[in-house]
């Protein structure tokens, strides 16, 4: 919500959406206290602006989210009017920022659910489309690196390791389909 103003209500909802809450604007002012004073070690500017009852991010700063980067470079790895080697590049990049899970311990808070679903499903397309550039670049050591890596992150679905058996076979690396059978079996 880095565009638009919102409302202690609506913030203390988000930070304490099991209880009712009273005076919000008292507990979110001391929220966000405490985060400007921890902002002011970082960056010159305030981060946090009130106005009426409001808060919002400083309009005049400039931040990079890795969600948005990662969202980009997704979109850019499917985007198939590119080069191969763009797509390569955009998966190689987003595989990168990819880390988990978004606030991990916040699961079950809605709002973040179905940002945390959207994510993941971008996460398994791109790594299936980096898996099939690999594929068809012959990369098979890298390909076997991002899977491994991948599965790390989140359980894949089964397309991913037939994709995986099916190049190596394909392509005459029998040992290492069945080596990679077994570990992925086990």
């Known amino acids: 919500n880095k565009h638009r103003l919102v409302a202690a209500r609506e913030l203390a909802e988000v930070i304490w959406p099991e209880e009712i809450i009273d005076n919000p604007y008292a507990m979110i002012k001391n929220v966000a206290f405490r985060t400007k004073k921890a902002f002011e070690k970082i960056c010159d500017l305030p981060v946090i602006v009130a106005e009426a009852g409001t808060y919002s991010i400083n ?9 948005a980067e990662f969202e980009y470079k997704c979109k850019l790895a499917a985007n198939t009017s590119m080069s191969k080697r763009k797509r390569l590049e955009a998966c190689k990049a987003a595989f990168e920022l990819y880390t988990g899970r978004m606030l ?4 079950s808070v809605s709002w ?11 996460y398994i397309d791109m790594v299936r489309s980096y898996l099939e550039l690999l594929s068809e670049m012959n990369e098979y ?16 679905d089964g397309d991913i390791h037939l994709l995986i058996l099916k190049t190596l076979i394909t392509n005459r ?14």
């Open 59 to 67: 309009r005049s700063l400039e931040f990079e989210i890795d969600t």
């Open 112 to 122: 973040l659910m179905t940002r945390t679903c959207y994510m993941q499903v971008l």
């Open 104 to 107: 991990p311990n916040f699961e």
């Open 173 to 186: 690396k029998k040992e290492l389909a069945k080596n990679y059978y077994m570990r992925v079996k086990s």
């Open 141 to 156: 050591a890298e390909m076997l690196n991002v899977a491994g890596r991948a599965m790390s992150q989140e359980a894949l």
